[in-house]
């Protein structure tokens, strides 16, 4: 079990490397936590308590990229033309603007407001979410 915690631990190192422990909800940090002490009990001589807890994370877990998945399966909402007007005027393209002219208002806007350089990720997710709108928009003409 020893190898369990050691796997689990690095596990936590990663996410927290890559940032994506910041994108995780507070259950995801929960469930997460939960592991990582039930593998350190389950690895002092404990498993009574900690293998419970490493079963009821991994249960979450699982549970939760089913979740995920039935998510990406669903059909796109239909485009609207408001929706489509507001994502030009926020990468500020024209309408007659092609893929490649979207990519690039797309980098350049990205470029200021990433949370790597001081934007929120709300803001970089809305304007994600306008270029993919916008090259979705241009793939159906």
Do not use: C, Y
């Not at 603007?97 to 790597?116: G, N, Q, T, Y």
């Amino acid at each position: 079990m020893g190898w369990l915690a050691l796997l689990l631990a690095g596990l936590a190192g990663w996410l927290i490397w890559t940032g994506r422990l910041q994108r995780m909800s507070a259950k995801d940090g929960m469930a997460l936590g939960a592991a990582l002490v039930g593998a350190v009990l389950s690895a002092k001589g404990k498993p009574v308590i900690g293998a419970p807890m490493l079963i009821g994370a991994a249960l979450f877990f699982a549970g939760q990229g089913k979740l995920r998945r039935k998510g990406r399966t669903a059909t796109p909402k239909p485009l609207l033309p408001q929706d489509i007007a507001q994502a030009r005027a926020l990468l500020g393209v024209a309408p007659d603007a092609d893929a490649d002219m979207i990519r690039a208002a797309h980098r350049r806007l990205i470029a200021s407001v990433h949370p790597d350089k001081g934007g929120t990720e709300a803001l970089a997710a809305q304007i994600n979410a306008a270029r993919d709108l916008l090259l979705r928009h241009q793939a159906e003409r």
